[in-house]
């Protein structure tokens, strides 16, 4: 008996699919179908896939023509199969052209025509409507936003507002789509959603202002620095039937998402001590270093640690202890200690301080160690009193990691998701909560 395997990921199935799948099933005797799992189309950059793994399965099926389908998780794995199940060829279409050749050691590869004219990258386009976004607030990090937002279907960035009108004309320079527009009621008009991308302390005005436009909102880290703040913009959006984020980028990155879910399923026992911490010395003449413009180490960096803190041990804590060295009327180094009924937890952030930025969550059972920068991580470890038992993990982290965080917004607009379990509503408040305490310098000392 001939077996045949060939491999896709088969989202929104199509006649170009059904065509290669016929191709191969007459190659041979027997077709076996590898389908992609979700995470392993999400490590090779396809972020777009519509199709859960079941609904693609289910569908290669009904096509009649695979004699048994298998998932493709791993890189390498198809040398693994062709060996498991004594496959004779190995088929793919020709868009993949030499691609597969060093499959040759181990069974015949043939290359089948592709059918023109057909994609489900088409189909996805097709079948979306297109969310047109507007960027608040033209610096470092809006300069990226264009080109991550590239590679997210669904979405087109139009728009480009800053009070400084060169800053928003060479965005638009750079990005042949994006129009400056000098004036807030035509930038509006132009746009579904916003992304803001201004100093903190002008959020709070932004995202109001946006929102009565009735426009969604994608607000960069911190996104308001007073809890109940957060809290009125949150109910102005659901009210209006809009989408408002908190941008925090590690919070959807797919090697941190991976991390929290599997903790939270018990993989290192109840969660008892959590250390998080983060620096970065930057130009002590930025934006950072200045009180007036709302710098300072907690306010810069502090949404990234108090994240894992907050997904894993909750937002009910007994009492948060705050520890900074001030410089100029900023915290140029902040240290929290939060006591929960069963955890202790502890973060570090530091601009005019340099520190180890590491990430240990610490069990009953074992523990889990993030190396820095664990806020864009790609890889991370379990850690055992039995080492045979630790286990490493590694990732994909495509460009600047804005592209998670944009796929995700999008998809909650066109999914009318107000919360996201990545970064709940509550959470978000509770980090604007966090940075009001300091402001209002409650459970605080200088060191
Ligand atoms: N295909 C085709 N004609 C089209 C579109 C796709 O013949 N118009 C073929 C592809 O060449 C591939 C199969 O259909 O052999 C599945 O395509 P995709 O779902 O796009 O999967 P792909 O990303 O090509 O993954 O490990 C996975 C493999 O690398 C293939």
């Not at 396809?46 to 389908?69: I, M, Q, W």
């Not at 934006?287 to 009910?316: H, M, N, T, V």
């Amino acid at each position: 008996m001939k077996k045949v395997i060939t491999y896709g990921t088969y989202d929104l199935l199509h006649q170009g699919h059904i065509n290669l799948l016929r191709r191969a099933k007459e190659l041979g005797d027997y077709l076996i179908v590898g389908v992609t799992s979700d995470s392993f189309d999400r490590g090779r950059g396809k972020l777009n896939v519509r199709n859960n793994v079941l609904e693609r399965v289910e569908a290669v099926k009904a096509t009649g023509y695979a004699d048994e389908v298998i998932i493709e998780d791993y890189l390498g794995q198809k040398i693994d199969d062709i060996q498991k199940y004594d496959v004779d060829i190995f088929a793919i279409g020709s868009d993949w052209k030499g691609k597969f050749d060093y499959l040759n050691e181990y069974c015949k590869v043939v290359y089948l025509p592709r059918t023109e004219g057909i994609s489900s990258t088409m189909l996805r386009a097709e079948s979306t409507t297109i969310v047109k976004v507007g960027i608040i607030g033209c610096g470092r990090v809006a300069n990226r936003f264009p080109k991550e937002a590239s590679v997210v279907s669904g979405v087109e960035v139009v728009a480009a507002y800053d009070t400084n009108l060169d800053a928003a004309n060479l965005l638009s320079s750079r990005n042949e789509k994006v129009v400056a527009y000098p004036d807030l009621k035509e930038f509006y008009d132009a746009i579904d959603a916003v992304y803001i991308a201004t100093p903190h302390l002008s959020h709070y005005y932004y995202i109001k202002q946006a929102l009565e436009a009735g426009k969604h909102v994608l607000c960069e880290t911190p996104m308001v620095l007073i809890g109940d703040e957060a809290k009125e913009v949150f109910a102005l959006a659901e009210s209006k039937g809009l989408i408002l984020m908190e941008a925090n980028k590690t919070a959807h990155c797919p090697a941190f998402n991976h991390l929290m879910v599997m903790i939270k399923s018990g993989v290192i026992g109840e969660v008892v001590d959590i250390d998080a911490s983060l620096s970065q010395l930057l130009d002590k003449n930025g934006r950072e270093f200045d009180k007036s413009q709302g710098g300072g180490a907690l306010f810069e960096q502090g949404s990234y640690p108090l994240l894992p803190i907050f997904k894993l041990c909750g937002i009910d804590y007994e009492n948060l202890d705050l520890y900074s060295r001030m410089d100029n009327g900023i915290d140029i180094h902040t240290k929290g200690v939060f006591r929960f009924k069963n955890a202790v937890c502890s973060f570090k952030v530091g601009l005019g301080v340099k520190t180890e930025g590491n990430l240990v969550i610490s069990g009953t059972k074992g523990y889990a160690y993030v190396p820095a920068p664990w806020w864009l991580t790609d890889y991370f470890e379990f850690r055992y009193e039995d080492q045979n038992e630790n286990k490493k993990f590694f990732y994909k982290w495509d460009g600047y990691g804005l592209r998670y965080e944009i796929q995700e917004f999008i998809s909650s607009i066109i999914n009318h998701r107000f919360s996201n379990a990545r970064l709940r509503r509550r959470e978000s408040v509770q980090m604007a909560r966090v940075m009001q305490q300091f402001i209002e310098k409650k459970n605080f000392m200088e060191i």
